[in-house]
DNA sequence: TTGTTACATTGGAATGGTTCTCATCTGTTA
DNA sequence: TAACAGATGAGAACCATTCCAATGTAACAA
């Protein structure tokens, strides 16, 4: 179970944005603040067997499909086919390793610049009405750099 | 068919990725360099019901993955439950409409520096060896404005 | 507090995009 | 031209996700 702190911020974010309070909600949104993993659903599943033991699947997908909905969690693909949810508390982007698909949280001062400047670019162009973006970068992670014996040259 | 024109470069890009060029891979490449329709699998069947009539889905699978694993083609997702792909010569993102999934191209000049800094950061912050990233972003299409009545206000 | 109602949860069935298998075929290289 | 590594194709298999119908419950009003 997540600290007292987190669970009452989670209830403060359920409510601003008008969603009915269900404990599988909160628990399933307490956890992703909590957890900086990138879930799949079957590892939430998992990570909730205590205090959920008897969730469906298709409440942790209906879950996080509003969640999705409603800009409060990002869903990552990293090539092992399932998709994975990251609550998006702050803005930033990911770096994914293109060879053991370990996802890291990635944000720089200015980032934020960068993005806003995209999107302004985009609907200019586009004539789109852009409501968000999505980053990805894709390379080795250090471990794998190491595994495979790939030297970096910098 | 393609152009005699589009042909021989297709030709030329296998060669150069050491791809066996086979008629299947000639074709589908070709069919990707001359349109910008962001085909799914099943489209790009149909595009090429008279040229290759006997075409297994798996091999326009296994042709794609090649090719993504080349770097030649990107896949893209809009929501509608298959992959889209788009040929990636000229460096350039795409945005995606939320309501219908349409998928546009979008570039302008300072994109490539824009991109190459996010890399740059990147591996700076994460370690990462980078080889490529994905950008997005996500509104609703000028149709889509109309078709819900949403008005811009700017 | 209670009743009402719209919405959420569940488990299992159904879906469907993608991968797998393996026999056959074919580019490529020597 | 021979040999072989790699590509193709048809269909089966896979499996993440969605759908469905019955049941449960949060939210709101009286």
Redesign the pocket.
């Known amino acids: 179970m997540a600290s007292n702190a987190v669970m009452e911020e989670t209830l403060q974010v359920?409510?601003d944005h008008?969603?009915?309070?269900?404990?599988?909600?909160h628990i399933i949104l307490a956890y992703l603040v909590s957890h900086h993993n990138h879930p799949?659903?079957?590892t939430i599943r998992d990570g909730l067997s205590k205090d959920?033991p008897?969730?469906?699947?298709?409440?942790?997908?209906?879950?996080l499909?509003?969640f999705v909905d409603h800009h409060l969690v990002v869903e990552l693909q990293n090539g092992d086919?399932?998709?994975h949810y990251d609550y998006f508390g702050t803005p930033h982007y990911h770096a994914i390793c293109t060879n053991c698909g370990r996802i890291v949280d990635v944000t720089y001062p200015g980032f934020s610049d960068t993005e806003k400047n995209l999107e302004k670019k985009t609907a200019e162009i586009s004539g789109y009405m852009i409501s968000g973006n999505h980053m990805e970068v894709y390379g080795l992670c250090p471990e794998c750099q190491i595994k495979l014996g790939i030297k970096k040259n910098d």
Chains 1, 2 share one sequence.
């Open positions: 359920l409510k008008k969603l009915r309070v269900t404990p599988q909600r799949t659903v079957e959920l008897n969730i469906g699947a298709s409440t942790i997908y209906n879950t499909n509003t086919g399932s998709t």
